[in-house]
C-alpha cells in the first residue's frame, strides 16, 4: 500500500547532529528530503575530515499545522528556536533571532 501523502502540511523541525548541537527550521512544502539551510560553513568547523566520513543526523517535527499561514509558521519556528536556545553558539547552530547578550 502506497502511503498516502499529505498536501498542505507545514511545520517546525529539530536537526540534531552527531556533537549534540541543533538546528530549528522550518518547510512549508511537507518535503521529506529538506534538511534545513544551516550554515554549512559552522557545521563543518565542529567536525573533522574523519568524522565526516561516518554522519548521521536525526529530524525531528516539533510542529505542524495544515491551516497555519506562513506567518504563523515563522512565528512557531522562533518561538522553538527561543525556547530550544538553538541560537546559541554552544547550543546550535541557527544565527537567528540573535542572541541577546546583557552589557
Do not use: H
Amino acid at each position: 500500500m502506497k502511503p498516502t501523502r499529505r498536501s498542505g502540511i507545514k511545520m517546525v523541525y529539530k536537526i540534531t547532529y552527531p556533537n549534540g548541537k541543533i538546528y530549528v527550521g522550518q518547510d512549508l512544502t511537507d518535503s521529506i528530503n529538506y534538511f534545513g539551510s544551516a550554515s554549512s560553513e559552522l557545521i563543518a568547523r565542529d567536525f573533522t575530515r574523519d568524522q565526516r566520513g561516518n554522519f548521521f543526523i536525526c529530524k525531528e517535527i516539533l510542529w505542524e499545522s495544515d491551516a497555519a499561514t506562513d506567518a504563523e509558521v515563522s512565528q512557531k519556528e522562533v518561538e522553538f528556536i527561543k525556547a530550544l536556545r538553538s541560537n546559541e553558539p554552544d547550543i546550535g547552530y541557527n544565527q537567528w533571532p540573535k542572541v541577546r547578550r546583557p552589557p
